[in-house]
């Protein structure tokens, strides 16, 4: 075989898998139409801004000034009154069926202690199975009573004539997602994963197809080289792969203004070298496998530990130490920082390089590993 006929195989082989993809209706879908259903359909489902949250008032004081703090703590919209006939144990048991979210119990003599200046506690029963949703009304409460905790002592000292102690007023100031929006953050997570499952799975699957229906022993007998086979075998899953980031990017600015800060250079080598791990992921499943049914499972056992140890969900700082470590040789955590750092902070190269890197160094890995399992199966 000559340096000279090498670009004519991999062409071949590359004509070759865009005509068998193409001809695929069903491949075709999966690859292009189903990722941007998807990310419209999660996109819209996934959001952590709480809202109307189904609370129970138990007012034991029945007094004005509970009344008062019964709506002005529902007056923003993020706890919503459930009506409630009885005490504490009647708004416990609605918790249990799951037809209230929290319990606010406002204690008997609220009134008279506040005038008093004596203090007063305000009780808030949760229902913790769904911990985002308990935090948020747990802040909400907290927020609240303590505002008005300050606002009582600021009237008790007017009248007294008597000047305010002096207060330490902490003023947030929000980066890169000022409005605490769920879709920027969730939309370059959700492409993360739509890519892992498509690319990895279709991939796997194919080359197994092959070696069921018996053509890929027909490939082999011909002079091509394994590195050329498998490489060929990814050219035209990593250009839809592409199209498929510019797709879904683009529905996510359109429908949920997600903005795109940083250099578009970074997001196509980004994505390039994020292919290249994923697809050769998928050839690695695929020379291992026998039948299409076991690289589909194989596919889902590397997908899902690879999703949740990325970061897409929960932060990777929040891992035991020993899981962290684990993480550093996830191809899907690099991409979804790469993705989150470029569109939602602006980084560049000189931020990014090392993920750039990493992600370069394990897809380089995966895919001489795969040639060379590739190869030794073969022989």
Partial sequence: MTKRRWPVELGAVIRKEVRQTVRDRRIMFMLIAAPLLQTIALGYAVDFNFENVPTLIVDRDHSQSSRIHARRLLADGT???KPLEGDALAALAKLQVG???AAVVLPVNLDRDLLRGRPAEVQVILDGTDPNRAVVVASTAVRYFGEAAKTLAQQRFARLNVP???AIQAIPRIYYNPGLDTSPFMIPGVM??????????VTAMGLSREREMGTLEQVLVTPIRPLFLLVGKMAPFLVIGCF???LVLTAGVWLFKVPVLGSPWVLVT???LYLLCTLG?????SSVSKTQQQSFLAGFLFIMPAILLSGVMTPVLAMPSWLRAVTYANPVRYYIEIMRATLLKGAGFADLWWRLLALF???CAILIFATLRFHKRSA
């Fill in 361 to 363: 160094a394990i897809g």
């Fill in 79 to 81: 706890l919503l009154r």
């Fill in 164 to 166: 305010a102690p002096p």
């Fill in 270 to 272: 980004g994505t390039l």
């Fill in 281 to 285: 992921i998928g050839l690695l499943i």
């Fill in 244 to 246: 498929d980031v510019f």
């Fill in 192 to 201: 993360t994963m739509l890519l892992v499952i498509t690319t990895t799975i």
């Fill in 99 to 101: 037809e209230a979210a």
